[in-house]
């Protein structure tokens, strides 16, 4: 079992290492500490009965706009619903702040990640060529919309 909380600071050395084992330009520890004083900041960390983080969803917001910075699970908490509920969650907790949107963008290539985006509602607006670096690659720009359906 986990739950879904803001993150704080006792989270912040797990979050740096599944970023470092999971991305090829991670967030460092010190610009993931920086987003607790962020204001346009929202974080949430899936943590489970011990305190350990199963994963996160990192975000900023600037009025109507939300952009996500990052998502990740662990390894071996795959498959078991977390990124959708941290997605979930973060949508929950930003629409009522006046978020309308949520953007992000995907390596073309990261068929996980692009079929998690699909199934919880992110549509492609857009494509960033050779956006990515190690190894150069497209971004895919997803967004979803936060307003009630007419
Ligand atoms: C992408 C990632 C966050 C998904 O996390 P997760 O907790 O395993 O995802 P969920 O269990 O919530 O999956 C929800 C849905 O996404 C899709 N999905 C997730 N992983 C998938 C995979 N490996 N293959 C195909 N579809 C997948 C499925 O539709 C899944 O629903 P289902 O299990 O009922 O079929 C995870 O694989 C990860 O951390 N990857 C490395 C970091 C990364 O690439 N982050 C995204 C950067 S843009």
């Not at 912040?12 to 330009?25: C, D, G, R």
């Not at 460092?28 to 204001?39: C, F, G, M, T, V």
């Not at 350990?52 to 910075?69: H, K, R």
């Not at 963008?105 to 079929?115: D, H, L």
Request: net charge negative.
């Amino acid at each position: 079992m986990y739950q879904i909380v803001t993150m704080c600071e006792g989270h912040v050395p797990q979050i740096a290492a599944l970023e470092a084992a999971s991305f090829s330009a991670p967030w460092d520890e010190d610009s993931i500490r920086a987003e607790l004083d962020n204001p346009l900041a929202l974080w949430l960390a899936a943590e489970d009965g011990d305190g350990a983080v199963l994963g996160y969803v990192g975000s900023q917001t600037c009025f109507e706009d939300a952009d996500i910075l990052n998502v990740c699970v662990a390894p071996a908490a795959r498959r078991q619903g977390i990124a959708a509920a941290l997605m979930t969650e973060l949508e929950a907790r930003l629409a009522p702040k006046g978020a309308e949107r949520i953007t992000l963008e995907v390596r073309a290539s990261n068929v996980p990640a692009i079929a998690l985006y699909a199934k919880i509602g992110y549509a492609q607006v857009g494509i960033r060529r050779n956006y990515y670096e190690k190894p150069r690659e497209d971004a895919l720009i997803l967004q979803k919309s936060l307003l009630p359906l007419p």
